[in-house]
C-alpha cells in the first residue's frame, strides 16, 4: 500500500500537478468575476459575435486536465507497461472529473441549470478534441484542436434566419441531443486515440503487412 501510495505521488510529481491545481484555481476565478463578460469575436454577418466568457471556460479546463498527461519523460511513458497505462487512464479520469465538479459546482450558484448543462457538454466535447490533438501533436499541444473550434464556433454561429447552427454546442441549449451526440462522439473519438498508442500503432502496422502479403 505504501508503494502505491509512493508511486502515485512520484506520477503526480512527473505531471505537474500542482501547476494543474493551479491552472484550475485562475481559470475558476477567471469564471467567478468575469463570466458574463462578453468577447467579441469576428462574425460571419459582418459584426462581432459577442459570446460569454463562460461559454469557452471548458476549454481551459479540458486542455488542463488532458495536458496534465504530459511530462519531461513523455518517450519513455510512451513505451511504459500496463501498469503505468492503468495509472495514466485514471490520472486523466480523475483530472476531468475535478474539472467537471469544479465547474458544475461553480456554475450552479451563479447560472440555471440548463447553461450548466451547456457547460458540462461543452467540457466533454474539448476533452475529447483535447485527446485528439495530444496524440498527434504531443500532450503540450492538446489545446491545439479546442482552439481550432472556436473560429467556426463564432465566425459561423448563426444561419441565414438568425438562429444557431445545430452543431452549436456553445449555444445551442443544454439538453440539444445533436450537440451531446457531439459530445458522445468526441469522447468515443478521443478515448480511441488515446489508446492508439506507439506500440498498438506498430502492432496494427505488423497485423496489415501480414494480411497483405498473405494476399
Known sequence: MLDLRESWIRYLRAHRFRGIAVGWAVVIACDVMFGSARLDFPFSGGETSATPLRHEIPLALAVIAVGGLGSAMDSLEETAARGFRR??????????????????????????????????????IWVGLALMSGRAWGWRFSWILPLATLFPLTYWQVDGLGRFRWWDWTDQPGHSMPCWGIAIGSLLVGGGAMALTPWRVTRLRRVCRRSAHRR
Not at 476531468?96 to 451563479?110: D, I, K, P, Q, R
Not at 447560472?111 to 466533454?124: C, H, I, N, Y
Open 87 to 124: 495509472a495514466e487512464i485514471s490520472f486523466l479520469v480523475g483530472t476531468v472529473s475535478v474539472a467537471a465538479v469544479l465547474l458544475v459546482a461553480t456554475e450552479a450558484v451563479v447560472s440555471p441549470m440548463d447553461t450548466v448543462l451547456l457547460l458540462l457538454r461543452g467540457l466533454l
